[in-house]
């Protein structure tokens, strides 16, 4: 067998591992979904017509679903892979990957599997927020088949570079608790964004902290490709931020994986 068979056979079994692991322990995963869930509710239920008025041009409270959706497609992965972090730490701490170093088996399988697993976890939980999303009224009549798989794939990549920063995390931390409050700016940093309201909404010392991060273009291309918004240059600072955050989680993950399991 191949070396390139053997870590793939290797990753899909960690890749089981760790789909096992989520399916007999869901408490963690419902507990981090609960948080867009309910940012939606209250934020249309709630505050809808008093925060519609911040989109301008008169905007109801439907106009105003279909606006925060995007953002909190997104911060629904920011709140997923919080879990990876945790997961990662835990195994870090409670000796599994000390006894798979030992094994024989391709030695990335183990973070692959994390990652994929995070990825699948992540869209599942996409699918599900906007589904709650529809039945409360969210509607993208404009986006074609296209657009709709483009908004896929641009999820698919943000899941993607925050799981392997959340990774790194989960590696650092010296214990799963450490890990999860260490990737909580994963869930913080959609709601200092252009999420709930435009950046020129904002005070004017406040709109950098929204403008130049990776949340923000990722919203604004979402938002074009459903409903028909103005794209711009978001599309590519989108790509360029998921792939920047992709090599930076991986460097990082195998670095730390790497190491001398004493130091850790």
């Known amino acids: 067998m191949s070396a390139f068979s053997l870590a793939v056979r290797d990753s899909n079994t960690m890749l089981r591992r760790n789909l096992l692991h989520a399916r007999r322990y869901p408490s963690l995963t419902l507990n981090l979904l609960l948080t867009p869930i309910m940012l939606l509710l209250l934020f249309v239920y709630i505050f809808g017509d008093t925060m519609s008025a911040g989109i301008g041009g008169g905007a109801d409270r439907s106009e105003y679903i279909a606006y925060i959706v ?3 497609l997104l911060m629904t992965i920011g709140s997923t892979v919080v879990g990876a972090a945790v997961s990662v730490s835990t195994d870090m701490t409670e000796g599994i990957i000390a006894r798979f170093r030992t094994m024989a ?8 599997g994390h990652v994929v697993g995070s990825v699948l976890q992540c869209l599942a939980s996409v699918v599900l927020v906007g589904a709650v999303a529809v039945a409360i ?4 009549t404009n986006a074609t088949a296209l657009e709709w798989l483009a908004a896929f794939g641009l999820l698919a990549l943000f899941a993607l570079a925050l799981t392997w920063i959340a990774v790194g995390m989960g590696m650092a931390s010296p214990n799963a608790e450490a ?23 904002m005070p004017g010392w406040f709109q950098p902290i929204a403008e130049y991060q990776p949340f923000t273009p990722a919203i604004e291309t979402l938002r074009g490709l459903l409903l028909g918004t103005e794209i711009g240059h978001n599309g590519w600072l989108a790509i360029v931020w998921c792939l920047a955050l992709t090599v930076l989680g991986h460097l990082w993950s195998k670095s730390l994986f790497n190491r001398d399991p004493a130091a850790h």
Request: proline letters at 11%; aromatic letters at 6%; glycine letters at 10%.
């Open 70 to 72: 995007p953002g909190l």
């Open 105 to 112: 088996i391709h030695r990335g399988s183990v973070i692959i």
């Open 137 to 140: 009224g969210f509607r993208s």
């Open 179 to 201: 890990a999860g409050n260490s990737a909580m700016p994963l869930i913080l940093l959609p709601l200092i964004s252009t999420a709930f309201v435009p950046a020129d909404a």
